[in-house]
């Protein structure tokens, strides 16, 4: 009874990419609360000025094996449940109205956000961060691509590959350019009725639906304004958020027999947000807590445009 609920566990866990960047984030997160319990927390969560060789070399140790384990996990208790064939590609750049398409530009940037950080954190040299930490989202994603393309369910897709293309290149590309992040790439959530129509595709509980339900999701690229126009009036932390979701979608496409009326359309939203990393402060810990969270968008008033409703205002939009 033990092994069949973790199997069924380990199959939802390991359902796509986006929740396997999730549980990978989740484990990490999780070992930085344990370090913070000591006594030096601080002088541990500072980065090293100078190239940390354990640190270092624990780092490429537990990427390692995370990345094995995890590959390992995908092929044993997800892909086993579905037809192997030969190496195959698909075409699924018009589904999910290009919300699975984001879900990977997401993966990609936040997989190299960590990684970097991770490495920035053991002193390793700004150049190798960029070779080795920020490319962990895309080395990743692309083995779980080429498993899809040895399932007859999935299948590789090309417009997976570009979207985890472009997440990887929005980070190096603005390291590169700025030496910094102006641009950060966020996340929000709300639930919606649409779930419980096609739980198998939309997921089943809050859990499932936050990594499942494509109506519920937004992504935004949040702009720092005073990286831009440094100016003395405008609070270092305040960022202009422009944010993009869709909506009315049961399945990928409207080509499914079993839900032929759906009502899809986009919705593009502007709103401001906050940079938790600007937000000055001495503690290690207060800084380990706003790199995390800074992955999601803070609730604000927000304005929605889209082709159904025209003008939406919300005072607080999540």
Not at 50 to 78: C, F, H, M, P, Y
Not at 90 to 97: A, H, K
Not at 110 to 115: P, S, T
Request: proline share 2%.
């Amino acid at each position: 009874m033990l092994g069949n609920t973790i199997n069924i566990w380990m199959k939802k866990v390991f359902a796509n990419s986006f929740k396997t960047f999730v549980c990978i984030v989740f484990l990490s997160f999780t070992i930085i609360g344990i370090a913070q319990s000591s006594s030096g927390i601080n002088n541990f969560l500072k980065p090293s000025d100078t190239l940390n060789k354990s640190r270092r070399n624990a780092i490429v140790i537990s990427q390692a094996s995370a990345g094995v384990l995890t590959l390992i996990a995908l092929d044993q208790l997800w892909y086993a449940d579905f037809e192997r064939t030969k190496f195959r590609t698909t075409n699924d750049n018009n589904q999910w109205l290009q919300m699975d398409k984001l879900g990977h530009v997401y993966a990609a940037y936040q997989f190299g956000r960590l990684g970097a950080d991770t490495f920035k954190w053991a002193g390793v040299s700004k150049k190798d961060q960029l070779i080795y930490g920020a490319t962990l989202g895309f080395s990743f994603l692309t083995a779980v691509e080429v498993f899809d393309g040895f399932s007859q369910e999935w299948g590789f897709s090309w417009g997976d590959m570009i979207a985890n293309a472009t997440g990887t290149g929005l980070y190096v590309g603005q390291e590169l350019l700025w030496d910094e992040q102006r641009i950060a790439l966020k996340y929000s959530f709300n639930r919606t009725e649409f779930a419980p129509l096609n739980p198998d595709k939309l997921g089943n509980g809050f859990a499932e639906e936050f990594l499942k339900d494509y109506n519920g999701q937004t992504y935004w690229l949040s702009f720092n304004l005073n990286s831009f126009f440094k100016s003395d009036c405008i609070p270092n932390w305040l960022n202009f958020a422009v944010g993009y979701g869709a909506n009315g979608m049961l399945t990928g496409s409207n080509d499914d027999l079993n839900f032929p009326n759906q009502d899809r359309y986009r919705q593009f939203y502007l709103s401001f947000d906050i940079d938790l990393t600007r937000i000055k402060t001495n503690s290690g810990v207060l800084k380990t807590l706003f790199s995390i969270f800074n992955t999601i968008k803070v609730p604000m008033p927000t304005l929605e445009f889209n082709g159904k409703n025209g003008v939406k205002a919300h005072y607080i939009y999540f």
